[in-house]
């Protein structure tokens, strides 16, 4: 059963239901055996018998008997073969031949690119014969990439280095897999490319989108790599019998992911009012610096269009709606917040690297990802959600200047009318982002930014102590990293908005010299001149100095 997150709970009347799910999927394919020297020199002498002809030329003959065959075999099965294009490309021109009927099976495409991989070199040490080594730097060889209409995953990519150790990488999509199988279900459903936008058993499609980050998901997906990789890509380089009897089997790890929240609205007008007021209250507290608007060609509908029932299948011709895409960073990691089609706003996490950021990358640990990435989605939204709905009390304001205790150690109190403080607690707003926790070092970095002038590791640990004892921050357990607690987001979050967004714009408004009205004012800038205009005659009234 699906939990709300506090976004969520804040516009349940506007929201129709939501749906998790896995998008890009990419797993790095690799034979264990030949990724050493002395395996590969092993693995050689199974295939030939010995190592005799164990040199560059040898090497570099595997890479052209496989291109030759590939282009041999696509040219009798009337596969197009697209060389020289750019390895970003190639999905997109992929897509365009895909086969119309969706029951058709096989490769139906093969993309050829150049990009730099790791690949065996040999050289003659003059004794003890030749030596495997890693060419360095890597060279540029060309990959070919497999275009698979697969029944259960639809479009698949298989891409192989044709070099050894013959590395492989395979490109999935979660919400491809998603929409075949509510089609076998027959769970009715609107799609709009990589999106659902309509359905009228939206729980039961909402129930078939978590088995894409499942535990059973990982057993799926490597069938699905080994059903099409020895038998339709990895023949072309070792016939199967050859494969059999030298063992060859591929290990799989995952190396980039996507996870995704999607919350349909009702509206697609006020989903678009909200979103741009929820980008308005938290870039500057957030420190979001890439906000990036792609224009389009209609309008959302201000009403749910009547009369339109969902149905089994992908609109080609899908509308173009102006698209904000709303992006945190931090390290491999990316948070990214945007609208979908008609009604639709998508919560979005995604590992570039997963060895960089995970400890266990492998495809076992594949649902274990799936959820820290999901973690990751929902404290973003507690995040948002406590900088959209910020409070503070009367009471918590009062007592933050006082001294605290935190175990044996007396701390001083957080005073809010020193620029040091006031960083520390957007450097900890921001970085709170990340689910894992964040380190003392990153406060200092952010802290020495936002100052512009020098902050030690130490000052921060000491200040993170201050917050720890107003019950703002945690420290997790058994760890070295920090979190900042829900209560304390609202209230770092409404003393930083108070000061910068609210007393500071309205006195400095009322003790500088009245600007001229201009013709063509916003809302927010009205709300100040009136509220300036009534301080100044609070001011006259109490006889204080303007």
């Not at 896995?22 to 394919?29: A, S």
């Not at 150049?114 to 890597?138: F, I, M, Q, Y």
Request: charged share 25%.
């Amino acid at each position: 059963m699906q939990t709300m997150d506090p976004f969520h709970q804040r516009y349940e009347e506007m929201v129709d239901g939501r749906y998790d799910c896995v998008d890009r999927i990419v797993l790095n394919g690799y034979f264990r055996f030949i990724q050493s020297a002395g395996g590969f020199r092993n693995w050689w002498r199974q295939l030939f018998g010995n190592d005799d002809n164990l040199d560059n030329a040898h090497l570099i003959r595997f890479a052209g008997r496989f291109a030759r065959r590939v282009r041999c075999a696509a040219a009798q099965r009337d596969i197009p073969v697209l060389e020289k294009h750019r390895d970003d490309r190639m999905h997109e021109l992929a897509q365009e031949l895909r086969p119309a009927d969706r029951n058709v099976k096989g490769v139906f495409c093969i993309t050829v690119h150049r990009a730099p991989n790791s690949v065996w070199g040999v050289t003659d040490c003059g004794r003890g014969g030749p030596h495997l080594a890693r060419k360095e730097p890597k060279p540029y060889v060309n990959h070919y990439a497999f275009h698979i209409q697969d029944p259960d995953w639809g479009h698949v990519t298989i891409k192989i280095c044709p070099h050894p150790p013959f590395n492989v990488q395979v490109i999935l999509n979660g919400h491809e897999y998603v929409a075949l199988e509510a089609a076998k279900k027959r769970i009715p459903f609107t799609q709009e490319g990589n999106c659902f936008t309509n359905s009228s058993n939206l729980a039961g499609l909402a129930k078939v989108a978590e088995t894409s980050c499942s535990s059973s998901a990982k057993g799926r997906l490597e069938q699905v790599c080994e059903r099409w990789l020895y038998s339709a890509c990895l023949c072309f380089l070792v016939p199967l019998a050859d494969q059999q009897r030298t063992r060859m089997h591929y290990d799989w790890s995952v190396y980039q992911l996507e996870y995704s929240r999607n919350f349909l609205f009702r509206n697609g007008h006020v989903m678009e009012e909200i979103f741009q007021n929820v980008i308005d209250r938290t870039r500057q507290t957030l420190d979001v610096r890439t906000i990036r608007t792609i224009f389009g060609r209609q309008h959302r509908p201000h009403w749910r269009r009547k009369g339109k029932q969902p149905r089994v299948e992908v609109e080609v011709e899908r509308p173009t709606y102006d698209l904000t895409i709303f992006k945190v960073h931090f390290g491999m990691l990316m948070l990214k917040i945007y609208t979908k089609g008609e009604r639709v706003l998508r919560v979005e996490a995604t590992v570039h690297n997963a060895k960089k950021a995970f400890p266990r990358y492998g495809l076992v640990y594949f649902d274990e990802l799936a959820g820290a990435l999901g973690e990751m989605v929902r404290r973003f939204l507690e995040v948002l959600r406590s900088v959209d709905g910020c409070w503070v009390t009367d009471e918590t304001l009062d007592r933050l200047p006082e001294p605290s205790q935190l175990g044996a150690s007396r701390l001083a109190g957080v005073d809010l009318n020193r620029a040091r403080m006031r960083a520390v607690m957007l450097a900890v707003v921001s970085l709170s982002v990340d689910s894992r926790g964040f380190r003392v070092e990153q406060v200092a970095g952010q802290v020495a930014q936002i100052l512009g002038q020098p902050y030690t590791s130490r000052q921060a640990s000491y200040d993170l102590k201050k917050l720890r004892g107003k019950g703002l921050v945690e420290k997790l357990a058994g760890t070295r990293r920090y979190m900042a607690l829900p209560d304390g987001l609202r209230t770092m979050v409404s003393v930083a908005l108070l000061r910068e967004r609210v007393i500071k714009p309205i006195i400095s408004g009322t003790v500088s010299r009245r600007a001229r009205r201009r013709k063509n004012e916003d809302r927010l800038n009205q709300y100040y001149r009136t509220i300036r205009d009534a301080m100044e005659r609070l001011f006259h009234e109490l006889g204080l100095a303007v």
